[in-house]
């Protein structure tokens, strides 16, 4: 085994970690501008093959315990939700305030539905809005990328109007995206972020495959502990 040098003197230390990292006293590593440049390479999909993508999401996300739709239009997209409707038997439900969740129009879908729906901020101070969001069935996103590899919705760090308390208080999640939204992996998620926020990356990333799951110490596997019980992705064509 090697022998390390005992030594007392700071300085001693530090300059040979200068020496070895070739910077002067004094002085400063380079700054490099985009850490991610280089690491990952384009490419783009058609929309045939995000139509596949589509097919290895569903199929992964019903893998891991959870429920998709494939939905052609309006009329389709009303029907999924009353059918989650009547499966979790919900009464309240609350959704981001997204503009893509906007023009689905889903307050007059659920007009039709005995569920009422309230759209984010919920109130304007934390003490109020927050047990009023943990009382709701259900919280409806938009997910802003899918990964068929993994069935896994990507929500990058929430806005005001739309928090992460919205995927993971309520018992049911239901995510709404287009095939649009679809990549096949991680490496298309992290281009994409690349692309999106250069070097100024979201603080938080919320990656959700599945329920909520969790074992304690002898194994014994809980759902819906750390977030939703049921989870829903509703896949809309572009």
């Known amino acids: ?43 783009e999909t058609t929309i045939d093959e995000r139509r596949d993508l589509r097919e290895r999401f569903a199929k992964e996300w019903t893998a891991l315990g959870g429920k998709a739709f494939s939905i052609k239009d309006q009329n389709e997209l009303g029907q999924a939700l009353k059918q989650i409707i009547q499966e979790r038997h919900l009464q309240k439900a609350m959704c981001w305030d997204h503009p893509e969740l906007e023009k689905l129009r889903l307050e007059e879908l659920f007009s039709h539905t005995q569920t009422s729906l309230s759209r984010w901020p919920l109130e304007k101070k934390y003490s109020d809005w927050i047990g009023k969001a943990a009382a709701m069935d259900a919280g409806i996103v938009w997910a802003d990328i899918a990964m068929a590899e993994t069935g896994t919705i990507v929500l990058p760090a929430s806005t005001p109007g739309q928090p992460t308390s919205v995927c993971v208080l309520p018992l049911t999640l239901i995510a709404i995206f ?61």
């Open 1 to 43: 085994m090697g022998q390390g040098v005992l030594t007392g003197d700071r300085n001693a230390f530090f300059g040979g970690l200068r020496k070895n990292m070739k910077i002067l006293p004094g002085g400063k590593a380079k700054r490099v501008e985009n850490p991610m440049d280089g690491l990952f390479t384009q490419r």
């Open 178 to 238: 287009t095939t649009a939204q679809l990549v096949d992996g991680l490496a298309s998620v992290m281009n994409i972020f690349k692309e999106r926020y250069g070097t100024n990356l979201p603080t938080t990333t919320t990656f959700i495959s599945g329920p909520s799951r969790t074992t304690d110490i002898e194994m014994v596997l809980t759902i819906g502990v750390h977030g939703s019980r049921y989870v829903y992705a509703l896949i809309l064509d572009e």
